[in-house]
């Protein structure tokens, strides 16, 4: 594992580590990138929405950064294509947690970035999930909260984007749901990600053509597993996956 320095977008920290440990392409570094954070045990929706969002904003080459952890950190590093995503671990740069995690990680590190700001060896502690979080942030342009409760590691995120002057964006939620986000709006301190294409355009400075109308193509855009797909559409699975169009990856559909 090496280490480098201090990359720009840390400066942002009130106080920044000297030098980080990596694994796989510090040239994702270069890239657009958004940070993507939320609770560790997301609804449905949230995990569909966080998928189609993360997996949207890399085909527009804009690499998502999160923690690694289950759930909502998961589910963005796998819509966004481990070659497109920066996982910032809590631990040294050659543990893989959490163990659950250990094959995405691995994935990871083969196609797309680990950071750490520990020594190898080192095991997480309550308060480096914090440090973590913090090095979340500041790598992303902008904090995209996806679902989270009221006094959360996440809110503790959000604390950190405030102080940065970072802009946030959540996913709109029902009344009763992730009240914590439902909260930043209702203060102002974050906006609703109403609609996916509106929000990428902001990052791209184009507008953003929507996917071609083929129904088949148009589904598979949701990223929907394997197993769904082929029950509706048995024919054409088969056919695009063999033209190239797309790929099963992790039991899901991708375009490729």
């Known amino acids: 594992m090496k280490v480098i320095d201090t990359v720009p977008e840390l400066l942002s920290m009130k106080k920044y580590p000297l030098d980080l440990s990596y694994a796989g392409n510090l040239e994702l570094l270069k890239r657009k990138k958004i940070s ?18 993360a997996s949207a904003l890399s085909r527009h ?14 589910v963005a590093h796998v819509g966004a294509n481990s070659s497109n995503t920066i996982s910032v671990l809590p631990c040294g740069i050659d543990i893989k947690y959490p ?10 590190e083969k196609n797309g970035l680990l950071l750490s700001q520990f020594e190898q060896g080192f095991k997480s ?22 679902e989270a ?14 102080t940065m002057g970072k802009d946030i964006y959540v996913l709109p939620h029902r009344l009763g749901e992730s009240e914590a986000t439902n909260k930043l709006i209702e203060e102002g301190k974050a906006k609703a990600i109403y609609d996916i294409d509106s929000f990428i355009s902001l990052f ?3 507008k953003i053509d929507n996917l071609p109308t083929n129904d088949f193509i ?8 394997y197993e769904e797909a082929l029950k509706k559409f048995p024919e054409k699975i ?8 797309i790929e099963v990856r992790n039991a899901r559909v991708y375009i490729k």
Not at 99 to 108: E, G, P, Q, R, S
Not at 149 to 162: C, T
């Open 204 to 206: 791209t400075n184009k």
């Open 149 to 162: 409760d009221l006094n959360s590691g996440s809110m503790r995120s959000v604390e950190f984007a405030l």
């Open 125 to 146: 502690r309550p308060w480096s999930f914090v440090v973590r979080n913090e090095l979340v942030v500041a790598l992303g342009d902008v904090l995209i909260v996806s």
């Open 238 to 245: 088969f056919e695009s996956e063999l033209l190239g169009e």
């Open 61 to 74: 080459n804009i690499c998502i950064v999160s923690g690694g952890a289950m759930g909502v950190d998961a």
């Open 36 to 53: 993507m954070i939320g609770t560790r045990k997301p609804s449905k929706y949230t995990r569909d929405m966080t998928q189609k969002l």
């Open 99 to 108: 163990a659950v995690n250990k094959n995405l990680l691995t994935d990871i």
């Open 218 to 225: 148009k589904y598979c855009s949701t990223n929907p597993s």
